[in-house]
């Protein structure tokens, strides 16, 4: 167990709809990371926070977004779902910028 | 566009035998790289990293090589055990930007 919390674990949705995914971080961890997990794309970065602040953007389609909350958790918002947004979602953190990523669960998201 | 390329993408080993996974990169700025373990239905979770002042590291079972020269690093699974059949990713990151760059994968298959 990583200590990283991601709810919910399984998300079924259709296309069109928004859905929100939602991380915690390790205790005393100030940096959350997304990534995205595909068949085809493998393990991409999505975006980055530290402290609240947006720190670094990747491969973030525009009707994502996310944010950090004053308690250092954070929420990954899916808007306009489409059938290719089907993946793994992963929250990773840190204790600070350059520190070991740890790894949550995932959130599987199936969009039909 | 693939920054760490990974090879091979599956792997069956007998138990007792040496798994070997490599991984390439391009950017040179890239200072950190680490490999990740991945389960099914699990996070990746950190096994080993490596920062490029050195040519090895080792923990355990675990090895990592290191090729500045040549940019690739790879891998090293001796005495390779039922237990560690899972999937592995290469990963760099370069500082200042602390994304993780992910290879595509290994599915590691360990024989009794």
């Known amino acids: 167990d990583s200590g990283v919390t991601q709810t919910p674990k399984h998300l079924i949705t259709a296309t069109g709809q928004r859905v929100t995914l939602r991380c915690s971080p390790r205790?005393?961890?100030?940096?959350v990371y997304w990534y995205q997990q595909s068949l085809d794309q493998g393990l991409q970065f999505l975006i980055q926070?530290?402290?609240?602040?947006?720190?670094a953007k990747g491969n973030i389609l525009e009707r994502f977004s996310a944010q950090q909350f004053p308690d250092l958790h954070s929420e990954l918002n899916l808007s306009s779902l489409e059938l290719g947004d089907s993946a793994l979602y992963f929250c990773?953190?840190?204790?600070?910028?350059?520190?070991?990523?740890?790894f949550g669960p995932g959130t599987r998201l199936t969009v039909l | 566009q693939q920054q760490v390329k990974q090879s091979p993408q599956s792997l069956i080993v007998q138990k007792g035998g040496i798994s070997i996974i490599n991984c390439a990169y391009e950017?040179?700025?890239?200072?950190?790289f680490p490999w990740y373990q991945q389960f099914p239905g699990k996070g990746p979770a950190l096994l080993i990293a490596?920062?490029?002042?050195?040519s090895e590291k080792k923990e355990g079972r675990f090895t990592i090589s290191f090729n500045k020269s040549a940019k690739q690093f790879s891998l090293h699974i001796m005495d390779s055990q039922p237990g560690d059949s899972a999937t592995y990713f290469c990963?760099?990151?370069?500082?200042?930007?602390?994304?993780?760059?992910f290879g595509k994968g290994t599915s590691l298959l360990v024989t009794p």
């Open positions: 990773a953190s840190s204790t600070s910028l350059a520190d070991t990523q740890y």
């Open positions: 205790s005393g961890d100030l940096s």
């Open positions: 926070y530290y402290n609240g602040e947006e720190r």
């Open positions: 950017n040179t700025a890239f200072d950190y």
């Open positions: 490596i920062r490029p002042d050195v």
């Open positions: 990963a760099a990151s370069a500082p200042t930007r602390y994304a993780l760059n």
